[in-house]
């Protein structure tokens, strides 16, 4: 077993951007230092996280007990070697995303960016607080916190289609976080336990089949709406009426996968491998999963938004963690892991490109984009990369991520999964390449007198998907990604 | 001081401070306030005391005029009471500061009767508290009635009617109680609770003892308003003045869901009242059903005041349905509540006469986004207090409602689970619509109210937050959820573990 010692790293990670909230509210009248917190915080979670690598690396485990309230029940947060992995990806690509936020809100000369900054800052607390989570009540609360927190980013237009889409997102949320409440107490009273283990608390359990299955349902459905698993997904595409920034970070990374991370625990740490197959539970999450990325790749195709197309292929993304977590099986666990780094970085430089289309041109829809390439050529140009990632074409990492799905699914003896990604992978080609191909091999007289985006949106743009060409060369440099989530999968299957 | 003296202290501190008010007012006009204030704030120093002094050293037992007990009156201060009487007289000092300007502007001339019976009230709430003997417990509960109907009565026109129906229902429940209590009496010869706990547990269960206990429960369900007795409720906050809604709402209620605690847990076995018959249970479902009645009722309402009443139903249903539990985890929700309630509601209450003195009304179709521009401080108040209500971590209300959870699925009580869930959904509905509105909403959109766009009456322009006396308290109390949500381990366990009942 690994070691585990008592640090409060984990403790200064998730509440340095609390502190920096407090610096963002007091500095609303002058920009500059307003962002200045948000970047020093942002540079000082991901310096904290990657000061737990080494340590997690090597074997050991952070913890940092908050509250007991009774033995069994307590706040702790645990850097575990999934929860620094999450972790990475969520604070690392924040600081991206704060800058590509200066460049956003002020080409746009957006309101209320007091109230952005400061709901960012909370909301990645909130995440960074899930990924640490200890166990299933901390989780719990973390979670309800990030929901709240993005709230106002979701809602920041102020439109009556944002407070519709804010009401949806708050509707589904709070119901789904009711319903892990009260899984948890179920848990609770039944294993006796809710810290996370690796290979689950639901082991050697007495527990009758049927309060087995209705369980697993009722945590499917509370964290299967963070992760956009059909049909809990519709939130998704209606909060993309959010400003790109917040639809980049929260809506394909933070908040998103926080919903995928919380399946991922749930099968892996909370029910564990053999209470799963025993059941016939991953089968169950398999076919929602499998329904998912089919129907939400169909689905993306008729989207003329660009931001709708791109919510939709999230879901469909999303669920390919999902499959792999229902797989159970090494390669397939690790690629379903590993993917939500792949698809973080692919996903946010799509996002960031459209962003960056909108703020400039005023253009939402893909059918108006023609030629818009010559105009902006950075940016298709990255967005051309993202999308050959995601497809699965080499070397950008989502092919990696892809090629472990793949061989999970033969491992398990499930080759429809096997044509299900193929399918995919061509799917999602339909719906991305058309984007590249009317950018640049259609001419059109309206970006004639564009140029490229404002530099502080371009450079991370391209710094992302850069990112996602050289992890793919070499998947481990820099953060051992690659390693880690092949480190978890072993971790959960072994025990 | 001698420890004992100090728990006769407590209500004697507040009742004096009643009887001193009338005479001072003659002396000196308008100093009614400051004696009122002065009074609470060394009551509720006194109960810290208490407090400190009951952790460390144990209960605290007095003997009023030296009296033995059973046929003396004893006053107890265990940790139950000592931190039920913390809470209760924190939340009333606030509310007491917060009242000088309201009662100034809202019930010209009345400052003195008002803050004498509010002392009275406060002090009975605390003689219940207290005491150790049963019909000690009626005498409290009667002088804490007619306080409250006088101070309901206090407000505008409506507010003596609806005053006069609490006066008739309280009365009925105050003799039904009375009559339990005679049968109890009948049975067991000794109205002392630490002896009838001795008397019982020896006891066998007979018909008018029974009797007696479903008439005292009825008699105070219907003071706690626990539903179908709750038909007062609504009508007395909506129409009574600001800060005697502010007073009774958080405690009042609170005090008598006590009675029932102390009788059920520590009076009588606690497994008695769950088996022998099941009146533990059956509160417990009352109170779900109220749960459900009181926040859908909720979402109706466009008074902001009424809204809030129909939600107290509820939350007092919650605290019913941790009683109906009869396990430690529902004891520790129940009690946690308690304290939770009575500062969010305090908090919420005293919101609404922030904006009842600065918007002139509580209309909720009338308020939007100009109302945060005026009152941020209170909007923000307002907001902590919303989203605890609503049970959203690291707010309090989170944590009771994760205990009541808790303890419901040890129970394998799955209608109280789902009742639990879908009330916070539907608190959500009708606390976010109103988040929604004073945040959000344009001016403009409301037609039928169009005088409101821009709020022509502010010379700045913007900020017309109410003064600090009455802003303080109402940020205190919305900041102390944060600390009791952030605190609420500590408190369960230095206060909350030690006073449950061996045998729950």
């Known amino acids: 077993m690994s070691d585990v010692f008592q640090s409060n790293i984990p403790l200064w990670a998730v509440s340095i951007s609390l502190l920096a909230t407090l610096g963002i509210l007091v500095s609303g009248r002058k920009p500059n230092l307003r962002e200045f917190w948000t970047l020093l915080a942002g540079l000082i979670k991901f310096g904290l996280v990657l000061s737990l690598l080494p340590s997690v690396r090597a074997g050991k485990i952070a913890e940092c007990v908050l509250l007991q309230v009774s033995p069994g029940i307590g706040l702790s947060l645990r850097a575990d070697e999934f929860g620094v992995f999450f972790a990475l990806v969520a604070s690392g690509l924040w600081i991206f995303t704060s800058i590509y936020s200066i460049g956003y809100m002020r080409s746009n000369q957006e309101l209320k960016q007091t109230r952005y900054f400061a709901s960012f800052a909370v909301a990645l607390s909130a995440t960074l607080g899930v990924a640490f989570a200890g166990n299933l009540l901390t989780f719990v609360i973390f979670y309800e916190m990030l929901t709240l927190a993005t709230y106002p980013l979701v809602i920041h237009k102020e439109t009556g289609e944002a407070l519709r889409a804010g009401r949806q997102y708050l509707a589904y949320s709070l119901t789904a976080g009711v319903l892990l409440l009260a899984g948890t107490a179920w848990i609770y009273n039944t294993a006796g336990t809710i810290e996370f283990q690796p290979g689950g608390i639901l082991g050697g359990v007495e527990a009758a089949p049927n309060a087995i299955r209705c369980l697993f349902f009722v945590f499917v459905a509370g964290v299967g709406v963070k992760a956009g698993i059909m049909p809990l997904h519709s939130w998704l595409p209606n909060a993309m009426v959010a400003p790109t920034p917040v639809s980049a970070l929260l809506h394909a990374v933070a908040v998103v996968k926080s919903g995928v991370f919380g399946v991922v625990r749930v099968v892996g740490f909370v029910f564990g491998p053999e209470v799963m197959a025993e059941h016939g539970l991953n089968l169950i999450l398999a076919v929602l999963a499998g329904a998912t990325v089919l129907f939400s790749s169909l689905i993306a195709l008729q989207q003329d938004s660009l931001k709708r197309r791109l919510a939709y292929s999230t879901i469909g993304h999303l669920s390919y963690t999902v499959m792999g977590a229902a797989l159970l099986t090494p390669e397939g666990l690790t690629g379903g892991i590993y993917h939500i780094s792949t698809h973080a970085v692919m996903k946010i430089t799509l996002f960031f490109c459209a962003g960056a289309i909108y703020v400039h041109t005023h253009k939402q829809n893909v059918s108006e984009l023609d030629g818009i390439g010559r105009a902006m050529p950075w940016t298709i140009g990255a967005f051309t990369l993202g999308s050959l990632g995601l497809v699965g074409i080499p070397p950008i990492n989502g092919f990696f991520s892809k090629w472990f799905l793949c061989l999970g699914s033969l491992q398990a003896g499930w080759p429809m999964v096997l044509a299900l990604f193929i399918l995919s992978g061509l799917l999602n080609a339909a719906y991305l390449l058309p984007v590249v191909y009317r950018g640049f091999f259609r001419k059109s007289e309206e970006f004639a007198k564009f140029d490229e985006a404002p530099p502080l949106m371009v450079v991370p743009l391209c710094t992302t998907a850069a990112l996602a060409l050289v992890l793919g060369l070499f998947p481990n440099l820099f953060f051992d990604f690659f390693e880690l989530a092949s480190g978890i999968s072993e971790m959960i299957l072994a025990s | ?504």
């Open chain 2, 1 to 504: 001081m001698n420890p004992p003296h100090l728990v006769i202290l407590i209500p004697l501190i507040f009742f004096s401070g009643a009887l001193l008010i009338p005479l001072l007012e003659r002396w000196r006009h308008g100093c009614a306030y400051g004696v009122a204030v002065a009074s609470a704030a060394v009551g509720a120093l006194v109960t810290v005391a208490g407090l400190v002094e009951v952790s460390s050293g144990g209960t605290l037992r007095y003997q009023v005029s030296g009296w033995a007990p059973p046929i003396g009156i004893e006053l107890v201060l265990d940790p139950l009471s000592a931190f039920l009487s913390v809470m209760l007289a924190s939340v009333a000092l606030l509310v007491l500061v917060h009242s000088g300007s309201v009662v100034r502007r809202e019930l010209p001339g009345k400052a003195m009767p008002l803050y004498s019976t509010a002392l009275l009230l406060v002090g009975a709430l605390l003689g219940i508290t207290i005491t150790g003997d049963l019909f000690n417990l009626y005498v409290f509960l009667e002088i804490s009635s007619l306080a409250s109907y006088a101070l309901l009565a206090l407000g505008d026109r409506k507010a003596p009617v609806s005053a006069f129906r609490y006066l008739i229902l309280g009365t009925v429940g105050a003799s039904f109680y009375l009559l339990g209590l005679g049968f109890v009496f009948m049975t067991t010869g000794s109205l002392n609770m630490a002896d009838l706990k001795l008397i019982l547990s020896n006891l066998e269960s007979s018909p008018p003892l029974l009797v007696g206990l479903v008439l005292i429960t009825t008699g105070v369900g219907l003071k706690m308003a626990l539903f179908p007795m709750h038909g007062w409720l609504p009508d007395a906050y909506t129409y009574a003045s600001s800060t005697a809604t502010a007073l009774i709402a958080p405690i009042g209620t609170k005090i008598a869901a006590y009675v029932l605690i102390r009788i059920f847990f520590f009076v009588l076995d606690p497994g008695f009242a769950s088996g022998e018959i099941p009146l533990t249970t059956a509160i417990g479902y009352l109170g779900a059903a109220g749960i459900l009645w009181g926040s859908i009722l909720a979402i109706a309402q466009t008074d902001l005041k009424r809204m809030l009443a129909y939600s107290s139903v509820g939350q007092i249903g919650y605290i019913a349905l941790g009683i109906g539990l009869a396990s430690p985890m529902g004891f520790i929700g129940a009690i946690l509540h308690m304290v939770n309630h009575a500062v969010m509601k305090g908090c919420l209450f005293l919101v609404s006469a922030n904006f009842l003195s600065r918007l002139g009304h509580a209309d909720i179709r009338r308020f939007n986004d100009s109302t945060r521009v005026h009152m941020p401080w209170t909007a923000a108040g307002f907001t902590m207090a919303a989203l605890s209500m609503i049970g959203l971590p690291p707010f309090a209300g989170f944590f009771s409602k994760w205990y009541l959870i808790l303890g419901s699925v040890e129970e394998s009580n799955w209608v109280f689970v789902a009742v639990i869930l879908i009330s916070s959904l539907l608190s959500a509905v009708y606390f976010f619509r109103l988040i929604e509105r004073i945040y959000l909403r344009s001016p403009g959109r409301d037609s039928k109210y169009p005088d409101e766009a821009g709020g022509a009456a502010a010379p700045d322009g913007g900020r017309e937050e109410v003064s600090a006396s009455m802003l303080a308290p109402t940020l205190i109390l919305a900041s102390a959820l944060l600390v009791l949500g952030l605190l609420n381990v500590w408190i369960v366990n230095r206060l909350i573990q030690p006073m449950i009942p061996a045998g729950l």
